[in-house]
């Protein structure tokens, strides 16, 4: 053994090397404040190896990134702990470089001899921060996007080249396929090769000039390298990892939803170690400003860095050097403290109060409601309406408002604790959809056909200015709308003892949650609230109008039929009205009443012989509603099963089922339902079979739309979710 | 170089010498350099692309929203865009790549239309109907009713789009404009 370790010592001086390396002189012996560059070298190995099998296992390109980690962090086994490593470690590298960078310093070792030194740790800081910012696009979900992108807009205000700069960048006009693939080839490969050959080159010149003696210290014996010095950097190096361990595990870093250009991200944020550029931004206007903001200082600020250690010669300018750095880290903690400050104070203040101001902006829309275009605040925006209602007291105005500001931030607060929160939620449900296995299209086509997370954003879109979507308890998507004074036969009175007196215009549409269901029936059969609506006139809204009552059919045949024949019921009839409900409630073929459904139509087949097929069944099920509407008179109006009786009311055939659904917002004036003037102010949505483009809504939009109202999306089986207990299909499209 | 000519006197076959290794540095060096950088030609050829690529400009007509989706009370909705859209090799069915607003005045006037871009840094801009504001969420830029800046860092007004009413449809010239500078620059 020796004898071989003789041998390849001859031809290569290895022990020569080993002994070099690690018998390191180190004047006043080691310290445990010299572990900081040791652990940065550390960090990066971490990196290396952690990013080289992450690369094993990810695939750049727009249907395949998010994908890629989607499946890594799933669904192979510690593929999670192997990001929350790579994530948390780059983290921890400019936390670490950021001590490095101050210490360095303010124990003036950048001063002679070392200054080549000192500007290449600068010229690393600056691959660090390119690391840190190629790496958080990769996944390609939501925030990474979004937050690249203000990145690589930024570099496009740069004058002359910018443009350019962010063309070659992005790879092409838009985010796509080559803003992954340029990104990740600068991540994995120019970066960190650019960065060992630094990395060498900076510990090459500090053995060179070994470390820089604290002059202040009492003199200790010189040491080396190896053990003692060694010791404390694996020790320091051990409670890093641990952290990070601990962080992974603890508190694994989110994959957002996969990327969307077209969505509305309202939660867009760089990292946090980027937050004080980005706040530092809002200061500044224009295009000037901008530059100013997001390149010159920051450029004069780095071009100050690598001035350091000439100015330093002197002490006033290692003082002038010492001062710049603490000015410099404590503005930038301070700058993500106020950004931070900015997004999370509604969370960090929750009860903070603000019905000084809400009560006047209250008292503006109050007047605006009630007097229309004759109101004293109609058609002024924000600030003239202020000074209209500051009139008498121009004095309070300024004070209002600081306030008013103060508010709006706090509100803005609010909004983005939402986005976050929406963020959060879309997140997992593109993991649930995605655990189904992703088509070639990528997961990003899971979300977009989801009934669950689309239906919503239509219903929001296109029907929340009449109809809400919210239950008994208010939650949901609920709008109080502005109770309009008119006159004429539409109108009804607001007091119904007076009837003479004052009057509203419908302006609502019944509350779908649930609709179809026996419950929403029940409800609605109920002669004390198919017309109920409750107007406020001290606030001038409209709330608590389930049904009819703020619509024009307040008072149609329907709901006369409703209050003459099923008020005082007896107990035969509120037995028949039961009946009824379940038998019209079962064309509506609900999921989540499936097994009431099936109880009935097992009771309605009952007589039937067991030779009986499908089509007898079936026959028997439509005798048997048909009989059940019939008792209480609804086919004298109402189509039910057949072809030529009845028709002045709409068609309850598959009342409420998808298809009924789909046709009636296709085109609620149709025949089968309210056709001309009985059709009150509802649009159609998709009146042009043919042609869908000429469409409100296109095909698979309606079907989301009704397949949510419905309440019928795919849920995974541990479902925690009571609004789908049903296991709906994948959606498909 | 055979059978080389004898030097007159040692003098000058010394300057002959230091010639030839000039000569021979220069040549060294520069192919040296040359053989160094050779192989990022090929590739820097094809990475600067993008620059030399013609970029399509002026926008698209797209069809955005019936005329009666945009009732005249002078408050802005948003509506999708839904195009074809094309990346690299791969060609996207029509699908929503973007929104719009869209606001009528009055019953006489076709609407208004406003794109959703952020002009400051890209972000998706909303309309908060209670202060009748447009507002971006990212650096809390804030756009009056006719687009026009109220605070923030935004450099120019939202930008407008074109509208055309072609029967019951409302069609827009969807493009976008290049960030941070204070004039509307199509892109």
């Not at chain 1, 050097?321 to 106020?338: D, E, N, P, R, W």
């Not at chain 1, 029940?522 to 619509?551: C, Q, S, W």
Request: proline letters at 7%.
């Amino acid at each position: 053994m020796r004898r071989l370790l003789a041998w390849i010592d001859d031809r290569t001086d290895l022990h020569g090397i080993v002994h070099g390396a690690l018998f390191e002189p180190i004047p006043g012996g080691a310290r445990w404040r010299y572990v900081w560059g040791s652990t940065l070298v550390f960090t990066f190995v971490v990196q290396v190896l952690t990013g080289l099998v992450l690369w094993m296992f990810y695939s750049p390109g727009a249907q395949s990134a998010w994908e890629s980690v989607y499946f890594l962090e799933r669904h192979i086994a510690g593929g999670w702990l192997l990001r929350g490593v790579h994530h948390y470690t780059a983290q921890a590298m400019v936390v670490l470089l950021a001590i490095h960078l101050a210490q360095v310093v303010i124990d003036g070792a950048y001063k002679a001899p070392r200054e080549f030194n000192f500007w290449i740790g600068l010229l690393l800081m600056l691959v660090v921060l390119g690391l840190a910012l190629t790496g958080y696009l990769l996944p390609w979900d939501q925030k990474g996007y979004w937050a690249t992108k203000v990145a690589t807009r930024i570099a496009s205000s740069a004058p002359v080249a910018g443009p350019d700069m962010e063309r070659l960048a992005v790879g092409g006009n838009d985010y796509g396929h080559y803003t992954l693939t340029r990104f990740f080839a600068l991540h994995a490969g120019v970066l960190p090769a650019t960065m060992v050959l630094l990395i060498a080159i900076h510990v090459a010149l500090f053995r060179k000039h070994g470390v820089t003696p604290h002059s202040s210290r009492k003199p200790r014996p010189d040491g080396f390298f190896w053990p003692e010095q060694v010791l404390r950097d694996a020790v320091a190096c051990l409670v890093i990892f641990g952290i990070v361990l601990a962080l992974s595990v603890y508190l694994q870093p989110e994959l957002g939803a996969p990327a969307d250009g077209a969505d509305n991200y309202a939660a867009a944020r760089p990292e946090w170690y980027f937050l004080f550029l980005f706040q530092f931004l809002k200061f500044f206007k224009g295009h000037t400003g901008e530059v100013i903001g997001a390149i010159v200082i920051p450029t004069l600020i780095l071009g100050f860095m690598f001035l350091m250690p000439l100015i330093g010669r002197s002490r006033l300018g290692h003082a002038i050097c010492i001062a710049a750095i603490v000015v410099l880290l404590f503005g930038a903690a301070g700058l993500t403290v106020s950004a931070l400050y900015d997004d999370y104070q509604a969370r960090w203040f929750p009860s903070r109060d603000y019905s000084d101001v809400t009560s006047v902006l209250d008292e503006i829309d109050i007047d605006l409601r009630k007097s229309g275009d004759n109101s004293k605040f109609a058609r002024l925006d924000e600030e003239q309406k202020l000074k209209v209602y500051f009139k008498d007291a121009p004095d309070k105005l300024t004070a209002f408002r600081s306030r008013l500001a103060g508010y709006r931030a706090y509100q803005a607060s609010q909004e983005y604790l939402d986005a976050v929160a929406l963020a959060h939620e879309n997140a997992e449900r593109a993991q649930q959809l995605a655990a189904q296995g992703i088509p070639p299209a990528g997961a990003l086509s899971l979300l977009r056909n989801d009934p669950k997370t689309q239906g919503p954003r239509l219903f929001k879109q296109h029907c929340a200015a009449c109809h809400d979507h919210g239950d008994s308890a208010g939650h949901g998507i609920v709008t109080p709308r502005p109770l309009e004074l008119g006159k004429g036969e539409k109108t009804r009175p607001i007091n119904p003892k007076q009837p003479d007196g004052l009057r509203a215009v419908p302006t609502g549409a019944p509350n779908l949650y649930g609709f179809g269901s026996r419950e929403w029936l029940t409800g609605f059969l109920d002669p004390k609230r198919i017309a109920a609506a409750h107007f406020d006139e001290k606030t001038m809204l409209v709330t608590d109008a389930p049904y009819f009552g703020n619509t024009a059919h307040w008072n149609g045949e329907m709901v006369g039929v409703v209050k003459d024949r099923l008020a005082d019921l007896d107990e035969d009839g509120a037995a028949n009205l039961k009946k009824l409900i379940a038998a019209l409630s079962a064309e509506a073929e609900l999921q989540s009443q499936a097994t009431l459904d099936a109880e009935l139509d097992q009771q309605a087949a009952a007589k039937l012989a067991a030779s009986a097929d499908d089509a007898e069944r079936r026959q028997k099920i439509i005798a048997f509603r048909t009989k059940a509407l019939g008792r209480l008179e609804c086919t004298e109006c109402h189509k039910f099963h057949q072809s030529d009786e009845g028709g002045s009311a709409p068609d309850l055939t598959g009342y409420a089922s998808r298809q009924w659904m789909i046709d009636f917002i296709s085109n609620p004036a149709h025949s089968r339902f309210y056709p001309g003037k009985s059709n009150d102010r509802m649009p159609a949505f998709a009146p042009d079979a043919k042609k869908p483009d000429n469409n409100q809504l296109q095909p698979r939009e309606l079907e989301m739309l009704v397949d949510w109202l419905r309440g019928e999306w795919y849920e995974p089986r541990q479902s925690s979710n009571p609004a789908a207990t049903t296991a709906a299909t994948q959606p498909t499209g | 170089m055979a059978n080389p000519v004898p030097p007159s006197s040692p003098a000058s076959a010394q300057t002959q010498l230091q010639r030839r290794n000039v000569l021979a540095a220069v040549a060294a060096g520069g192919l040296g350099l040359l053989a160094a950088v050779a192989g990022v030609v090929p590739g820097l050829n094809a990475l600067i692309r993008p620059l030399l690529n013609e970029k399509p400009a002026g926008g698209k007509k797209v069809r955005v929203a019936l005329l009666d989706a945009v009732p005249p009370d002078g408050v802005a909705r948003s509506f999708p865009v839904i195009d074809e859209r094309v990346d690299q090799w791969s060609r996207y069915p029509r699908e929503k790549i973007g929104s719009v607003f869209l606001v009528r005045d009055s019953k006489d006037e076709p609407p208004r239309c406003f794109s959703a871009t952020c002009p400051h840094l890209g972000c998706a801009v909303e309309y908060k109907p209670q202060q009748g504001e447009f507002r971006c969420p990212c650096h809390t830029s804030a756009f009056a009713q006719d687009g026009s800046v109220i605070s923030g860092p935004s450099p120019r007004p939202l930008d407008t789009l074109e509208v055309e009413v072609r029967g019951d449809q409302v069609w827009v010239n969807y493009q976008k404009f290049r960030s941070v500078v204070e004039e509307k620059i199509p892109e």
